[in-house]
């Protein structure tokens, strides 16, 4: 059996428990939430939990020999499994709290170290994006592909929260990026993500990210015919940040962030 034809199950899987956790967020969405603070500062609702408890019951009652690795309840099984399932309930829990319809369910699925399957679905928009390995990247069922962007001056930038850049040593790289862009618009979080496979905007940056924020763009971008990983260039979720954006531009995004 080629990996197309056994990654097909888990793409599924991956998009009905994605939608189903979705459509159970929207019973929170637009009302009066509570909203605690963890430890690392970022804030959390009962949605959030609840969602992911949703999504962790589901793959245990499936697959359960895999291990899972979530935003909310840390991580359940050996760090070097076969099999590893990411999971971010919501991505975008800010936008979630202010009635913001960019908000997404993230579910993906690592084999032998390489995540082949990555699905984002936006509850509040409708829309999904699911891909994996030679199967496509699809978006509300319809190929999706990055754009054919090749002059920087020409190129739509994404990126979630600007005093990031600040915060986490980039704001030179943030400024040169500025500098020599056309439009820079603060859509954050996975729907930057969800705007450059589909070719609404040209490169997303973020000076700072977690393995479950990204873990589900490997296949997508990749699938959709683009580029994620870090800021030098390696296709990697764990180097703690976040680049994404077509062939075309990504040598001169590099080069402009390392320049010295």
Not at 84 to 110: A, C, H, K, N, Q
Not at 220 to 232: H, K, P, Q, T, V
Request: aromatic fraction near 12%.
């Amino acid at each position: 059996m080629t990996l197309k034809h056994s990654l097909q199950p888990y793409l599924n899987f991956a998009i009905e428990t994605a939608v189903e956790a979705g459509k159970f967020t929207l019973g929170y969405y637009q009302t009066t939430l509570q909203v605690d603070t963890k430890n690392d500062g970022t804030p959390v609702t009962q949605a959030d939990r609840k969602a992911e408890a949703f999504i962790r019951r589901q793959i245990e009652q499936k697959y359960p020999g895999h291990a899972i690795v979530g935003e909310e309840y840390g991580s359940e099984g050996a760090e070097n499994a076969g099999f590893r399932w990411f999971v971010d309930p919501i991505d975008g829990t800010r936008s979630f709290m202010r009635g913001v319809p960019l908000y997404s369910v993230l579910i993906g699925l690592e084999i032998e170290g390489n995540v082949e399957v990555g699905v984002a679905y936006f509850p509040a928009l409708n829309e999904l994006l699911a891909a994996g390995t030679d199967l496509g990247c699809w978006w509300n069922g319809r190929p999706a592909h990055v754009s054919r962007t090749s002059r920087v001056d020409e190129a739509v930038v994404a990126f979630t929260d600007v005093v990031n850049f600040e915060r986490y040593n980039r704001r030179k790289e943030w400024e040169r990026v500025m500098a020599a862009t056309h439009y820079r618009a603060g859509w954050g979080d996975a729907f930057g993500y969800l705007l450059v496979a589909t070719g609404r905007a040209d490169i997303m940056l973020e000076a700072v990210v977690n393995v479950w924020d990204v873990a589900v763009y490997p296949p997508i971008l990749r699938e959709a015919g683009g580029y994620f990983g870090d800021w030098s260039g390696n296709p990697t979720i764990h180097h703690q940040e976040g680049l994404a954006t077509n062939p075309a531009l990504l040598p001169k995004i590099l080069e402009l962030i390392n320049e010295e």
